[in-house]
């Protein structure tokens, strides 16, 4: 039996994202897989890392050593402990801005906390999270063509790579996303009619994505052995990524 942790965040309760992500545990119940979701704005959690969240300490407030000390509040000690007991992680939520959602980013900040799912010795290859998978699942306002390596809006696979090494970073592997684009309010007519056909389509197609789960495509990063002792890439190395390359090099989209 495969654990699913489902990570969301949206706003707005019936929104589409939050619909897909109700339909991503019906169908890992329906496969027989133990399953749960965390809808990040319901449960009110806070994405602001302080010092409020962590008993009085002398001195300045460092979140790695505050973290380090175990104390989280115990909403963050309940959903670490979720991770730690997930085979996969299934983050869904909105782009805003050109990137994930502030709520997602200070989840990541708070939950993925140092000294428990990461640390200056335990990272990347040796993260706490090797042998979990990740996977996003992300609506777009813009379409696919504005998307892409080309597009106005800029390449999405580029504006996720900061999310994915983050995980990476913890040990886990990164699938392929799934995303839908042009998900908006804005649409009207036959516009509407069509969107509302496509996220109905989407929702239906979620229990075999489920089903296909292990043999998804993961990204591609770097080993750790292709870094030298001063962390960067070892001469004749092929960049992976745009984010890690030499300079007048570039890595392939993806």
Known sequence: MT???????????????????????????????????IDLHAAGFDPVESAAHYPR????????????????????????????AADWLILHFPIYWFAPPAMIKGWCERVLAHGRLHDVEN?????????????????TGASAAECGPDGKEGNLAHLLW??????????????????????????????????????????????????????RALLRFHPDGDFDDTGRLRPGIAPLSPFIAPPGAEGPDR
Request: hydrophobic share 40%.
């Open 123 to 139: 990272r990347f290859d040796t993260g706490p999270c090797r042998g979990k998978r990740a996977l996003f699942c992300v609506t």
């Open 3 to 37: 654990r699913i942790l489902i990570v969301a965040a949206h706003p707005e309760p019936s929104s589409f994202t939050l619909t897909w992500a109700r339909e991503t545990l019906r169908a890992a119940e329906a496969l027989g897989h133990e399953a749960a979701l």
């Open 57 to 84: 300490r002398d001195g300045p407030f460092d979140p790695l050593k505050a973290q380090e000390d175990g104390v989280e509040a115990a909403d963050v000690r309940a959903q670490m402990a979720q991770i730690e």
């Open 162 to 215: 900061p999310l994915a090494y983050t995980l990476r970073y913890c040990g886990f592997d990164v699938a392929e996303p799934i995303v839908e684009h042009g998900v908006h309010g804005y649409h009207s007519g036959a516009r509407k009619s069509e969107l509302e056909a496509r996220l109905t389509a989407r929702l239906r197609a979620q229990q075999d994505i489920m089903a296909g789960l292990e043999g």
